[in-house]
């Protein structure tokens, strides 16, 4: 709702200033506002309370921006309107990782979850890499679906052998 309300505002403003600089006259709030601007001295009270406002808006702006928010949690999904629940990524990660071990010729499994792909790394060593990779396309997709996210990442998968040893 900020950000609609900004953008009205900011659209406001650029079309008053191409229209000066196209000839016209400028808007009368614009001029009304420059004359009150022009006319009131710096240490008025509503000036004072205007550039406090316009500052708390500023750093509350900024720290809004600076913050984290929820990036860390994936959105699951509602099974009642009432009830918003959230899985942390690297919990979705570690169940994706913990399925993956369960298949066998797995010997070792990365997962790096985004919010909108899972990056699977496995390392296969003793079954042929077609076969571990067709099991791990079904486990992996069971155990995405069984998350219960609201928007289900796609899932990238990366079979390959570990490498030599010495």
Known sequence: MVALLILLVSGAFLYDVVAVRAG???L????ELARQL???PLD???????????AALGLWLLALALTPGLRKVLPMRRTRPDVRAGLHREAAAT???DRAMEVAGVQSARVRMRRRKARVRA???FRELDDVRTDLDGVLDDAVRGLG????????LRVARPGRKG
């Open 95 to 97: 169940v994706l990782r």
């Open 44 to 54: 008025d009270t509503w000036v004072l309370v205007g550039a406090g406002v316009a």
């Open 123 to 125: 390392l296969s060593h």
């Open 38 to 40: 022009a006319d009131r």
């Open 28 to 31: 009368g709030w614009r001029r």
């Open 149 to 156: 996210l609201a928007r289900p990442p796609a899932v990238s």
């Open 24 to 26: 016209r006259t400028a």
